[in-house]
């Protein structure tokens, strides 16, 4: 991107002036001076369109923190041009800031090395990257500012609060009924095609004689607890902001990433929801995809559609798991009838209630209700919890 400063604008009007004037009049030295302006304005434009040869590379360290955690990006800029020592004005953009990137005297071949601090105080991705380069003419009168490099994405976590309870969970025996046991058995689920490293013990020969290729059984232990967070993203159930933050509804993702964590620390199935659906699972501004839960609630933001009845039917005709954990905030207690109503096909349903300034009925539609300022008093009362 060009930019023509004010005084090559001005400049460029008093040769047009002074030539003009100069022709016209049949004065020389008005025509000597036009045209030293105009050489002087093409000089600035061949010196500006100069472009030098970088080669730029960072890193983050880490590039996957918890909210409030350090997260350092090391940028590399190496002049890969041979003749010219390259004297530029760079800066990176970091988010919604810029960080100034001294490039002084870089000879060819040789590389400058900047460490800057990424901001990590709130949850999200935040995009580092392109460097962008000015190159400027000594007079002043031409700025070209051109993009380095890619752009690398920091995702920022929301904070974890470590919980002691877990699920019990419920063991569905093969006549129908449904225990709350510790421990199970493995139960049959499905056939598929053998794959090199199957257990030969798990083939079905008879079905194997009679498609003519080798199947294998599919079994699951249906005793594990099998955990769905669904969290309320919707803009309506977190009507609070402060600074253009929604309190609530971080808190309601700190409480969905301590559950996931336990889930995951306990070796449980877990699985993540959203009431509002999402749009492509990718980085805002950046080419990295998200791996997992986490980045997932790293990325998400507030959706102004209501999508509460879709996500509850998905829930009721797919039967995910067998404990249902609901992280909603003030604007959402309304709701806690439509959630109420999953009891069915969930035998326990927790629900988590952040921001609210009275509290849930207790024992509402016989959920049990969390009532929480934020994610640690979420977690406090997540293990005085005695009935799943």
Request: charged share 25%; glycine share 10%.
């Amino acid at each position: 991107m060009s930019a023509l400063t004010a005084r090559c604008a001005g400049l460029f009007v008093a040769a047009v002036v002074l030539l003009g004037a100069g022709f016209r009049f049949a004065y020389p030295e008005l025509t000597l001076l036009g045209a030293a302006a105009g050489i002087a304005i093409g000089y600035a434009v061949l010196t500006a369109a100069w472009r030098p040869r970088l080669e730029v590379t960072r890193s983050a360290d880490p590039d996957r923190v918890a909210r409030g955690e350090p997260a350092t990006m090391i940028l590399t800029v190496r002049n890969a041009g041979r003749l010219r020592a390259a004297s530029l004005v760079a800066e990176d953009r970091c988010g919604d800031r810029s960080v100034p990137v001294p490039l002084l005297r870089l000879r060819p071949g040789r590389d400058s090395t900047v460490r800057y601090e990424v901001p990590t105080s709130r949850r999200g991705v935040v995009p580092v990257g392109p460097l962008r380069v000015t190159r400027r003419d000594p007079l002043g009168l031409v700025a070209l500012a051109r993009p380095y490099g890619g752009t690398v994405p920091v995702w920022v976590h929301p904070r974890v609060h470590p919980l002691n309870a877990v699920p019990t969970g419920a063991g569905r025996s093969l006549d129908g009924r449904v225990d709350k046991v510790p421990h199970g058995s493995i139960t049959f689920d499905s056939l598929r095609e053998y794959v090199v490293g199957d257990e030969l013990r798990r083939v079905h020969w008879r079905t194997s004689a009679r498609v003519g290729e080798l199947m294998v059984r599919e079994n699951v232990d249906t005793s594990l607890p099998r955990i769905v967070v669904l969290l309320d993203n919707r803009a309506a159930a977190h009507p609070q902001r402060l600074d253009g933050v929604a309190e609530s509804f971080e808190s309601a993702c700190e409480a969905a990433a301590s559950v996931l964590v336990a889930a995951y620390r306990a070796a449980l199935p877990v699985v993540l929801l959203l009431v509002a659906p999402e749009p492509d699972d990718t980085a805002a501004d950046g080419d990295a995809a998200a791996h997992g839960p986490l980045d997932r609630l790293a990325a998400t933001e507030l959706a102004d559609a209501d999508q509460l009845q879709p996500a509850t039917a998905r829930l009721r005709r797919e039967r995910l798991g067998d404990t249902l954990v609901f992280l909603t905030g003030p604007g959402g207690r309304d709701d806690l009838g439509t959630v109420g109503a999953l009891r069915a096909a969930y035998p326990s349903v927790v629900v988590g209630v952040f921001g609210a300034t009275e509290p849930a009925p207790s024992g509402a539609a016989g959920l049990v209700v969390i009532d929480a300022a934020d994610g640690a008093a979420f977690a406090a009362e997540w293990d005085g919890v005695r009935r799943w």
